[in-house]
């Protein structure tokens, strides 16, 4: 051979190695400027069945190592209510742990980036200083008028665009603390208040639920195509409709139990929410522990695969709730690898586990070598988790970004929460019969008295799902003597978030030469003697979260009733309550001057004071139906006997300083 064709044997080898090397650097799934699906089919095809198996599993953050990440290839990580990197832990501790946790994920063979979840269903909730927001009941009362809006458009009471406000103030919030994916909103249509959710849904009526869905387009950003998950950027989160569906439903309000209804029923009333939220792009729907018609809903293949997959054309992924698939057996967890089972072919993609990991992947990876679960379900899931991430960029973003810890409890967040605070209170009373209306109060008057355990307590004012899962009970810890449900509440010292009690938002309300007085239960002779001008009495329930929270009687919390009586029979009266439900309080009603449902307010208690005092006018709607009695439960707007105290819709106002309804 001569010197010619053995340099150009050389080079024409030495151009196919550069090629090889060139193409195996190129690796299609990394590539940004490809189409999700197409780098979905490239990354699904370059796993094997464990690697997608992690992607199904999530698991808690307390058991999140970096190895553990590594070696499953695990695809998500949460944090359960209350779990924290750290008591008071700041945005950056927070983002330091996500990160860490990140790396590990990193790390394993294909590089796949884990998405963390978090519960922020009223704000960033599980995070100290963050801006807790008024739970969902209240947020309800303000968009009355954005449904009456549609038959009469020159009404503006309302804020249109406060729900997608908030939304996009809780993402900030949450990518403050490096976490790109909330189990929020929850869109359950809670017919019966005696339910330990109801304050999580928005009404009793479907269409304020659809309405409030635009929640979603704050949370997650606007111009998704229809069924198309969809995240605009850094400083959006991945949202989650959930309970899917009909947990607002179940019998008598027990929560987790079984929703008795037709198909109609559940499709025309429970259903709606859901094909709005697909609608706007919302990305993650979360299963319901509750049954339809007896069949756990963690296992119901027709509702998941056949009618949200299929009919609806949902394409994002379906997760189960915490230890939701273990539920699916009576008693829990009495056969985990049927609960794998039927989970996972009804449709299900990633589990909430969140902790016995291990057994999860054991049993499935058993299910799938032995065809009880085929692999095309397998890639199902596991294409639809990855869409999810490719199309929120988290291959290109995996990291929190530091530039946006300053978003956690800012002033522009605390002013929105007060906004809505004012505007989710609703009058229910001002006045008795054939005399003035009280409100809106004087700022000036000599001297006022303000009643009620609940008057100086965030806790109380927050509710439950608040720094931990069942809430807390003061402004400062848990100790001390409590009723059975605040000893419920599982810490021992808790500060809470930065916020304003209802007392410190009326001392900084009434001009400065109006003495305040505070006593939680004043006696009658204390009153008597004191000639106050008028008095606020703030009473309520105590915070709880899902089955803690069920009532059979929904009784004020004592000594309230006794406050009321002893308050409103001395002196002219406000009463205020704080609660995630309509309470029993006809017997007190004709006691009262003046009575104001404020629900679960949050941190900002000035927007309470805003309203009182006349700076806004009172504007806030029942989005649910105020009994009589408990016998008359479960009693909704439409119902034939429908006998309420206070109808569905109602709503007193101050407006102009006239009192219209």
Request: net charge negative; proline share 5%; aromatic share 8%.
């Amino acid at each position: 051979m001569s010197r010619w064709g053995v340099w150009l044997g050389v080079n024409t080898l030495l151009i196919c190695i550069l090629r090889a090397i060139a193409q195996s650097e190129y690796v299609l799934y990394k590539d940004p400027t490809q189409p999700p699906a197409a780098r979905v089919k490239d990354l699904l095809g370059r796993m094997t069945l464990a690697e997608k198996i992690g992607q199904m599993t999530q698991i808690d953050r307390s058991t999140a190592t970096a190895d553990v990440m590594k070696t499953f290839s695990i695809g998500s990580v949460l944090s359960g209510g209350g779990s924290a990197p750290l008591p008071e832990a700041t945005a950056q501790d927070w983002m330091n742990m996500v990160n860490d946790i990140q790396k590990g994920a990193l790390s394993s063979r294909l590089g796949i980036p884990m998405i963390y979840g978090i519960d922020a269903v009223h704000g960033h909730n599980n995070v100290y200083n963050a801006t807790i927001f008024p739970h969902n009941v209240g947020l309800g009362a303000t968009r009355q008028f954005c449904i009456l809006q549609m038959i009469k458009p020159e009404s503006n009471l309302e804020d249109p665009d406060l729900v997608k406000r908030i939304g996009e103030a809780t993402a900030l919030e949450v990518r403050a603390t490096g976490i790109p994916y909330v189990f929020a909103p929850c869109i359950a249509v809670c017919r019966d208040p005696r339910w330990g959710r109801c304050y999580e849904s928005y009404s009793e009526d479907h269409k304020i639920v659809q309405a409030m869905t635009d929640i979603i387009y704050g949370l997650q950003g606007e111009g998704s195509q229809k069924g198309i998950p969809f995240v605009a950027g850094k400083d959006k989160v991945a949202a989650c409709a959930k309970h899917f569906v009909g947990d607002g439903g179940t019998t008598k309000g027990i929560n987790e139990n079984n929703t008795v209804v037709d198909t109609n029923g559940l499709l025309s009333i429970h259903m709606p929410a859901y094909m709005d939220s697909i609608n706007k792009g919302v990305s993650t729907v979360m299963v319901s522990y509750s049954s339809w018609n007896g069949v756990k809903m963690h296992a119901n293949r027709e509702l998941i695969t056949g009618y949200l997959k299929n009919a609806l054309k949902f394409k994002g992924f379906v997760i189960s709730d915490w230890e939701g698939i273990d539920k699916i057996t009576t008693p829990p967890d009495a056969n985990y690898t049927y609960s794998v089972l039927a989970g996972i072919q009804a449709g299900i993609d990633m589990v909430m586990i969140p902790y016995k990991y291990t057994d999860f992947i054991d049993d499935l990876t058993s299910l799938v070598n032995n065809n009880y679960i085929p692999m095309e379900r397998i890639d199902d899931a596991v294409a639809r988790i990855l869409l999810v991430k490719f199309t929120m960029g988290l291959f290109e973003n995996p990291f929190g970004d530091p530039s946006l810890v300053k978003e956690l409890g800012s002033q522009a967040h605390r002013d929105l929460a007060r906004e809505a605070v004012r505007k989710s209170l609703v009058l229910l009373k001002n006045g008795k019969s054939g005399e003035a209306p009280l409100l809106p109060l004087p700022k000036t008057a000599p001297k006022v008295l303000i009643a009620g355990s609940y008057a100086d307590n965030l806790g109380y004012q927050c509710g439950g799902w608040t720094i931990k899962w069942q809430g807390f009970a003061d402004n400062n810890s848990t100790t001390g003597n409590k009723t059975a449900i605040q000893m419920y509440i599982m810490v021992s010292y808790i500060r809470t978030a930065e916020g304003t009690t209802i007392l410190s938002a009326v001392k900084s309300a009434v001009d400065p030469s109006t003495a305040v007085v505070y006593q939680e239960d004043p006696e009658v002779g204390f009153i008597t003697s004191n000639n106050f001008s008028y008095a606020i009495v703030v009473v309520g329930e105590p915070p709880y979260a899902e089955t803690a929270g069920d009532s059979d009687n929904l009784t004020l919390a004592d000594p309230g009733p006794a406050v009321i009586t002893n308050v409103c029979g001395a002196v002219k009266c406000v009463v205020i309550i704080i609660s995630g439900r309509p309470l029993l309080i006809e017997p007190y009603v004709a006691t009262i001057d003046a009575l104001v449902a404020a629900w679960l307010p949050g941190t900002e208690g000035q927007g309470v004071a805003d309203v009182l005092f006349g700076d806004y006018d009172f504007t806030g709607k029942l989005a649910r139906t105020w009994f009589r009695t408990i016998d008359q439960l479960p009693m909704n707007v439409g119902d034939q006997n429908y006998d309420p105290l206070f109808p569905f819709g109602y709503g007193l106002t101050t407006r102009s300083s006239v009192l219209t309804r």
